[in-house]
């Protein structure tokens, strides 16, 4: 790519900023509900979140993987939290009891990621995470997350009913959106993310007014916000897995960066890329925050902008660790319209399915083939489809992966691709 501009560079690195903020903010804040968390560990974990999320972008690009991808809270463990949570209750665990145990298992799982890149352990993976099983975390990771955008940009009023005037301005900024990424010539087109979140808030404060108030001024530090880290065996073994299943994100991201970028990933890279994502997921369990990981998501942003410069890339993440040091910053950005974020993103997202679809074209299905991948894949969708407290009967450390279609579907494709040697029916 052709070097960008001083002003491309700058308009890029908001954009970046924007759509780095959009992905992060609402998951310290939803967390933080889930806990039961006082407004003022709330506030402690979305400038931790800030901070931490900004750095860690800047240590990927420069040291890690060296691609320009999102580094932050992954979408499998937040599920999966989200999903403790509302089952903790059902079994007589406290919030406390729950927080301290997950703390500690995603610490374990954090270290876990980082021998795994000290040791180089990635053949050891990408030995389990086949192309197909890669295909089919995609397939999933895009449902998933424009299952919750979707929902996100359609607001609901206190009785749980369609709010109507809400709702259509959401859906008219994705179809304003679509139209300047598809019709939109250049660098108009390049820009369609930030064009419509900035119009897009903008028109959201004038048709509707509010005065939202976040005070960022009462910050009060303190470690391990959701309990006191202690043993419990079966949220170890559970978080320990999904550390494990976390790195399909990883190594997704870069093997479709390698063909967005038409270069190739090195193992150095790889290794690197762990030991960074290990570092801040034991930060974040010291911060009570999601565990990190590598946006495969952010495919679908570079393909959406065309920009594939990590020089907006790391700006943006030195702007946004700015928002979990200066407070006003911090206070203004969190006003950010929810409604208008996931419209925005659940078009950038849109191309996340591209990218899934091409990830499958090497392959040929017939009537006994197609199994390989509607199996994993339908029964993954089926999943996020159903409340988790329909597995309420089902033992309480196992329900979070039963419950969860993306760690389900995943760990299927896994055991479909080694049981079944696919070559003999096509």
Known sequence: M?????????????????FIFANTVVVPISIGDAFQLSSDQIIMTIRSSFFLTGIACILQAWIGHRYPLLEGHSGMW????????????????????LGGSLALGIFLAGIITIIVGAFN????????????????YLFLLTIQLILIFFKGMLKLTPNGSLDISVSTFSIGLVILVSIISI????????FAILIGMIVGWIFYVWIFPSNPSVNYTNF?????????PHLQMGIAITACLAGILNASNTIASLKASESLHGIKTHSKQYRFSFTVTGIFTCLGAMFGLVPYAPFTSTIGFLESTKILSKKPFI??????????VIAPLGAFFSTLPVAVGNAVLFVAYLQLFGT???????????S?????????????????????????????????LISNGLLTGILISILLERLIKWSKYE
């Open 315 to 324: 700006i943006s993440g030195g702007l946004f660790a700015l928002l979990g």
């Open 368 to 400: 006994r083939t197609i199994y390989r991948i509607a199996f994993p894949v339908l029964i993954g969708v089926s999943l996020m489809n159903m409340s988790p407290n329909v597995f309420k009967n089902i033992s309480f450390y196992v329900r979070p």
């Open 121 to 136: 352990l990635v053949p050891l993976l990408q030995k389990n995470f086949t192309p197909m099983v890669m295909s089919i």
């Open 78 to 97: 937040w599920g999966l939290i989200l999903s403790l949570c509302t089952s903790a209750s059902s079994v007589g665990m406290t919030y406390v009891e």
């Open 220 to 228: 009060h530090f303190s470690i391990f916000p959701w309990g006191k």
């Open 356 to 366: 899934a679809l091409r990830s499958i074209q090497s392959y040929s299905f017939n």
């Open 183 to 190: 019709k939109g010539k250049g660098i108009f087109s390049n």
């Open 2 to 18: 052709s070097k960008l501009s001083s002003s491309t560079t700058l308009l890029a690195s908001v954009q970046w900023f924007f």
